[in-house]
């Protein structure tokens, strides 16, 4: 396989294609998003502790990342569900899907308080045209940060839970399959 801009834009058409066929096929290729784009958020919300000059860069950054993956946690869990539609009901693992499935609807829920949380820390004072102490800068982050970690603990345990059915279970993406056999070869031309 080559690594050219072309090629790797053919590979992206494909993908795209796929996701028009089947919106849960994408699942895989959307669930790495919310991950990556929350698990960044508290490096902006610690550099805003620790560089004071800078807080309202970090503290924007950290909103537009905490918002940009909570979106993407509501386009992860809807191509999920639209994913589950085709497998059906599976009693091997069923009680594994259905840990995965709740994990996914309250870390959307967890996502949607935060990033409702620190916008209005982040926003509200600004609105209000007042500057936060430093104290309550410092105590506003560490509340953030602790419900920002249950948030995290929750999106972890969905990954782990989502692994386990494609590791373990062997549930796959149609995404991922051939277009004439549904299975996908790593034959080399």
């Known amino acids: 396989m080559e690594y050219s801009p072309i090629e790797l834009f053919q590979q992206f058409l494909n993908i795209v294609a796929a996701g028009l066929r089947s919106w849960g096929g994408l699942h895989p290729a959307i669930v790495h998003f919310p991950i990556v784009l929350l698990l960044l958020v508290p490096v902006f919300l610690i550099l805003a502790l620790f560089l004071p000059r800078s807080t309202k860069l970090f503290m924007n950054a950290a909103l537009v990342f905490s918002v940009a993956g909570t979106l993407a946690i509501f386009a992860a869990v809807s191509t999920g569900e639209q994913a589950s ?14 840990h995965h499935e709740h994990l996914a609807m309250f870390s959307r829920t967890a996502f949607v ?12 004072p600004r609105l209000l045209k007042k500057e936060l102490s430093r104290n ?19 999106i972890l345990n969905t990954a782990d839970a989502g692994g386990q059915l494609v590791h373990r279970y062997g549930i796959h993406s149609t995404l991922y399959q051939g277009p004439e056999s549904g299975e996908h070869s790593h034959a080399h031309e």
């Not at 539609?85 to 091997?92: D, Q, R, S, T």
């Open 85 to 98: 539609e085709a497998i059906g009901y599976n009693p091997v693992i069923h009680d594994t899907f259905e």
């Open 113 to 124: 308080v935060f990033s409702i949380l620190l916008a209005a820390f982040t926003i509200l």
């Open 136 to 154: 309550l800068q410092v105590g506003g982050s560490v509340v953030l940060l602790s419900f920002y970690l249950y948030g995290a603990l929750l």
